[in-house]
């Protein structure tokens, strides 16, 4: 009788088992075999545009005292460090001294025995593998990686790794082009000397810089177009909106005269004359405004760093895109990229993309910081939001190596994802691979007119 039950049960798992597998509505009929394969191919050997990188160039690194191991801790491991007990203090002597790959690493060993567990470090590790044929980070292992680096930059290994190896077709670079490399290298630009301001100090120095004083706050304005100006001709594509590391998200209408109020209580003031971010908030919110109207007029993308910010001890309210929600209802006309999936408000976002038909989201870094929440929130994306406003890759990294390696977890994770979902009979395999030309590249491709 046992045996019998057994053998029933036996059975019936095995019927479960050859059923395709239905987690949601089966649309399609079930995929070709080596479904998985082909889609995985096409999106290896896919071209893509890169939204977002704060990349050094070769040129610049050939100055710095970062051309050894260093230079993959850059920002993302090294925010790591910090958070596994490293001091402040010790950013200098890995970055700014000129000290032996060795005596770099007795600083690092204990911070990275202790954090090289997380997305950031696993990063790192793979670029040293794949690229460098190094195994893994350790006393005896950073003479020869640094060496092999060196090298590597006396070659054209920086435009290699971004064109050959990850087949990039732009790249979108935080702050400024690169000169010599305008024909892939694009740039978006922030404001911040306007978004920001609080003293004195801060007006003085816009008027030295543009030569041209700043008795008013129409002056103020003025020489806020006039930047604007001056970026669009050197061919900037996007705004970029850094202001959440410092303040909140939430910029509100505000009427001229309390914006007047605090321009003059700062020009009046002794010349360390500075307020508080809340007191500055009402001229701060209306230059933004301002910004947003240049923005209009000249049909730029805005582009506004949401969620997790690099660094320590940042707010992490201020960047909630939730703060946003006038902007989108005010400026219909603008196309609003909020970045790194908004890292950890990826609910509050898939709700803004839905409702909003000018909000794109972003993707960029969010592969870093946590490949759990960005395959669990592509999943939720690909069932809520328009492809047409999903966009995937930009690596937010200082150094190739690491772009590389964050770009291989995305189109891994990307794969995996639409695999299933073919698998599942949710989309077929054609509509799989159309989805990743939209997110890889078409919808960037629109939305910043590289084509
Ligand atoms: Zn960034």
Redesign the pocket.
Known sequence: MFLMKYKISFIFLLFIASLPVRAQLQIKPPPASGFERRIRQYIDTMSIIDT???LVGPEMLADGFFLDFSLLLLQNGYDDLISAGMPDTLYDKLFNEELQPSEKWKIVEPWWQNSFNTSFNRIILYSIRHLYGIDDLNASTVGPLSEKIRKAYETNWFDRILLDSCRIKYLIK?GNYMPGRDVYVKYEKRFDDWLLLRSKFGIDSLAIQQRDPIYSLDDLEKSLTLAFEKELKKGMIAVKV?TSYYRTLNFEKVDKESAKKVFRSLVNGDMDFRITMKDAKPLQDYLFHHLMRLALKYDMPVAI?TGLQ?GKGKIIDNSNPEHLTNLFVLYPGIDFVL??GSFPYGGELSALAKNYRNVYIDM??AWAVSPTYSRYHLNLWLEMVPANRLIAF?G?AMAVENVYSELILARNIISDVLSEKVKEGYYSEEEAKTIAKMIFHDNAARLYKLE
């Open positions: 977002h990188e704060h935080d850094f760093h690099a970045y790194h960029n870094w930009g937010d």
